[in-house]
C-alpha cells in the first residue's frame, strides 16, 4: 500500500487477523486451534517487530523473544492435544 507507513499496515494486518480470529471461534471443528494458534504466532511476531522494535535489534534478541513466543505456542498447542 503506498503511502502508508509501516506501523499503520502493521496494524490493519493485527487487525484483520483478530477478525479472522473472532470469524474463526465461530466455527466448530479439530482444525480450529491450531489455526487459531497460528494465527496468534503471526500477530505476536508483528508486534515483537514492529511494535517493540526488535526487527532492527541485535539477532539474538529478536531470536529469544521469538523463541519465546513459540515455545509459549508450542506449550498450549501441546496441552490442547492431551
Do not use: H, N, Y
Amino acid at each position: 500500500m503506498p503511502g502508508i507507513d509501516r506501523c499503520t499496515r502493521v496494524w490493519v494486518l493485527l487487525s484483520a487477523l483478530t477478525v479472522a480470529s473472532w470469524l474463526l471461534a465461530e466455527t466448530a471443528g479439530g482444525w480450529v486451534v491450531p489455526a487459531a494458534l497460528a494465527i496468534a504466532v503471526v500477530k505476536g511476531q508483528a508486534l515483537v517487530d514492529d511494535f517493540m522494535g526488535l526487527r532492527r535489534a541485535p539477532r539474538r534478541w529478536r531470536a529469544l523473544v521469538s523463541g519465546w513466543l513459540l515455545a509459549v505456542s508450542a506449550g498450549i498447542g501441546a496441552a490442547f492435544l492431551t
